[in-house]
């Protein structure tokens, strides 16, 4: 099993930053894509962003476009999302997700491996 741990969210104002990250444990692989979604009060959870699991590729929603970027960390099997110029309407429970694959999923139902979750709350 693959367990991911989420942190890094928390309160921040309208066009402030915050990084979150993902540190992935457990049963080793040697590709992962990796994944961010987001699921806000009363609404589905959503795709934000992707890395493949070559790391060469990267995939965004386009509502985070040149606001949001995705990394890999510099331990193997983890994962960073930089926000910037957060807006209210990216508040939000933010999910890691990850699977054993070399290319890029944007497709939640794809990923096996899923955190629990760190909330983003950005007040106006």
């Known amino acids: 099993q693959v367990q991911l741990v989420e942190s890094g969210g928390g309160l921040v104002q309208a066009w402030g930053s915050l990084r979150l990250s993902c540190a992935a444990s457990?049963?080793?692989?040697?590709?992962?894509?990796m994944g961010w979604f987001r699921r806000a009060p009363g609404k589905e959870r959503e795709f934000v962003a992707a890395?493949?699991?070559?790391?060469?590729?990267?995939y965004y929603a386009d509502s985070v476009k040149g606001r949001f970027t995705i990394s890999r960390g510099n331990a193997k099997n983890s994962v960073y999302l930089q926000m910037n110029d957060l807006k209210p309407e990216d508040t939000a429970v933010y999910y890691c997700?990850?699977?054993?694959?070399?290319?890029?999923?944007?497709?939640?139902?794809?990923?096996?491996?899923w955190g629990q979750g760190t909330q983003v709350t950005v007040s106006s």
């Open positions: 997700a990850a699977d054993s694959v070399q290319g890029l999923l944007i497709v939640e139902a794809l990923y096996h491996y």
């Open positions: 890395i493949s699991g070559g790391g060469g590729s990267r």
């Open positions: 457990g049963r080793t692989f040697s590709s992962v894509a």
